[in-house]
């Protein structure tokens, strides 16, 4: 079991930066390959980076390629979004979810693999 509790979220003006946190419990963070997704109103849930379980490989979804970075620290069990350059259609519900890594260099953009979820954290941008 993993719990995963996101912070970070707020409103920002565009053009500005947020830094997401996502805390896991557990004590094999590592064992589990980690991503971002995000939900805005009215739109399906979309992949917005992944990470492989030891932090090596990443992948981001086309909306945020460039503008965002993702990472973790398997020693403080946390994994982060750094996002800049936010743009008003970046308002959503940002959600960290892992999944069971498979070998260290796991890593998926696919939404159906992750097991367990946190709560959603909102980001606003305003114009």
């Known amino acids: 079991q993993v719990q995963l509790v996101e912070s970070g979220g707020g409103l920002v003006q565009a053009g500005g930066s947020l830094r997401l946190s996502c805390a896991a419990s557990g004590r094999t963070f590592g064992a589990y390959a980690m991503g971002w997704f995000r939900q805005a109103p009215g739109k399906e849930r979309e992949v917005v980076a992944a990470?492989?379980?030891?932090?090596?490989?990443?992948k981001y979804g086309d909306s945020v390629t460039g503008r965002s970075a993702i990472s973790r620290d398997n020693v403080k069990n946390t994994m982060y979004l750094q996002m800049n350059s936010l743009k008003p259609e970046d308002t959503a519900v940002y959600s960290c979810?892992?999944?069971?890594?498979?070998?260290?260099?796991?890593?998926?953009?696919?939404?159906?693999?992750?097991?367990?979820w946190g709560q959603g954290t909102q980001v606003t941008v305003s114009s």
């Open positions: 979810a892992a999944t069971y890594s498979r070998s260290p260099g796991y890593y998926t953009d696919d939404i159906t693999k992750y097991e367990y």
């Open positions: 990470i492989s379980g030891i932090g090596l490989i990443t």
